[in-house]
């Protein structure tokens, strides 16, 4: 069991280049999600998913999208990359623990060992 | 206003010390509450989670606090391998999604 695996673990890009960041989870986790993280800075959220086909707009969207066609998978892609985008990325997993009048709860995130990014 | 705010730190304490982080929240909806522990440039991982009723796992203790909406976390009988950058997380049901604190950082001295 390999739980969250993102791939590459670091990054040199170019500006204006794109890329995909990969994210893979094996435990069949309903929700997923994309994080950056700068120096000295707390998680701030990109993009998350709350199931295969469906996707939102999580605090720094700009710049990014994401996909979720399969349960397992939840790429990230840089359309053009920025040196404001020099980061590391972190994707993250939940599944579903609780419902309450018609809205559901997650887990605790568990997190993939992280992509460390470098636009220059 | 941060929906989970965190005092930074750092808190620097000799090995041995207990040491208490709190961290407050601003959405009364907020539903469920997690300690995660960061060591430098790693994923964060899973502490603990957070139960009205407090729960503690070893020297660990955290408790929640929903009239004052706060949560904290106290380490007892520090280590000098409990030193890392220490998240608190909220999760809301209204907006599906986790809410981080911005960490705070704790320095065991020997």
């Known amino acids: 069991n390999a739980g969250v695996t993102q791939t590459p673990k670091f990054q040199v890009l170019k500006t204006g280049q794109s890329m995909t960041l990969q994210c893979a989870q094996d435990?069949?986790?309903?929700?997923m999600s994309w994080y950056r993280q700068d120096p000295g800075m707390g998680l701030r959220l990109i993009h998350y998913?709350?199931?295969?086909?469906?996707?939102d707009q999580g605090e720094v969207p700009n710049g990014y999208n994401v996909s979720r066609s399969t349960t397992e998978d939840f790429p990230l892609r840089l359309l053009s990359a920025a040196p404001s985008q020099t980061s590391v990325y972190f994707c993250?997993?939940?599944?579903?623990?609780?419902?309450?009048?018609?809205?559901?709860?997650?887990?605790?995130?568990?997190f993939g060992q992280g992509t460390r990014l470098t636009v220059v | 206003r941060k929906e989970v705010e965190q005092d930074p730190g750092p808190f620097n304490v000799p090995e041995g010390a207990t040491v208490a982080f709190n961290c407050t929240y601003s959405?009364?909806?907020?539903?469920?509450f997690f300690w995660y522990r960061q060591d430098c440039r790693k994923e964060p991982k899973l502490l603990m989670s957070?139960?009205?009723s407090g729960n503690e796992d070893g020297r660990f203790t955290a408790q929640l606090n929903r009239a004052s909406q706060y949560i904290s976390l106290l380490i007892r009988d520090s280590k000098l391998s409990d030193s890392a950058t220490y998240l608190c997380?909220?999760?809301?049901?209204?907006?599906?999604?986790?809410?981080f604190g911005s960490g705070t950082k704790l320095n065991v001295k020997p």
């Open positions: 993250a997993s939940s599944y579903q623990n609780a419902r309450d009048r018609g809205l559901v709860g997650w887990s605790e995130a568990f």
């Open positions: 435990m069949n986790h309903e929700y």
């Open positions: 998913s709350v199931g295969a086909g469906i996707t």
């Open positions: 959405n009364s909806a907020s539903q469920s």
């Open positions: 957070v139960y009205s």
């Open positions: 997380v909220g999760w809301i049901y209204n907006f599906n999604k986790f809410y």
